[in-house]
């Protein structure tokens, strides 16, 4: 290999236009590269059938529907989340961040619709990674009920939410 600068600028600059040349020598020769694609070339697919494209979202970015009985869940479009009305309180399944306030609205409206209570009083995780900490999110209103008990199974040896997230369960 050389190390003189000149001959290595002179080796780019010939790669790059022999690089540029061939779409202008395709399409002087015919070639494939040189014709658009039509329409019928192209492979058929099936239609997006509608039931893959979710409920429509409210103005506020999300939709809230019944699953069964008290249970509903959450969507943003893209993200899902769960929740069980209970007499005593919520328990919230697996909370994306990207749901966030939304979550919580959610949960008010249901309350709200159902005369139940909408503070969580559980959070149960299915599995943990990054889109599961929607609780970080959420308003204050939310984690009342996590100040003075705490779910099974948490903070073992204390009686109070000793951070800011519960661990999962």
């Known amino acids: ?3 003189n600068p000149a001959l290595k600028r002179r080796s780019f600059l010939a790669r790059s236009a022999a690089v540029a040349a061939v779409p202008a020598v ?9 014709e658009p694609a039509s329409a019928d070339a192209l492979p058929d697919y099936a239609p997006i059938p509608p039931s893959a494209l979710g409920p429509a979202v409210n103005a506020q970015g999300y939709y809230a529907g019944r699953v069964e009985k008290n249970l509903y869940w959450v969507t943003d479009g893209t993200y ?3 929740f069980l009305t ?6 919230l399944f697996d909370a994306p961040p990207s749901i966030g306030r939304n979550l919580q ?5 249901i309350a709200s619709d159902t005369g139940v209570s909408n503070k969580v009083t559980h959070v ?7 889109t599961t900490s929607a609780h ?6 939310t984690w009342s009920g996590w100040g003075t008990s705490r779910p099974s199974g948490c903070w073992p040896g204390t009686t109070t939410r000793p951070g800011p997230c519960p661990c999962p369960t």
């Open 1 to 3: 290999m050389t190390s």
């Open 124 to 130: 149960v995780y299915s599995h943990h990674h990054a």
């Open 105 to 109: 609205r959610a949960i008010d409206q």
């Open 26 to 34: 395709a399409t002087l020769a015919g070639g494939a590269l040189a």
């Open 136 to 141: 970080r999110r959420c308003s204050a209103a």
């Open 80 to 82: 899902q989340a769960a």
């Open 86 to 91: 209970t007499r005593e309180g919520v328990v």
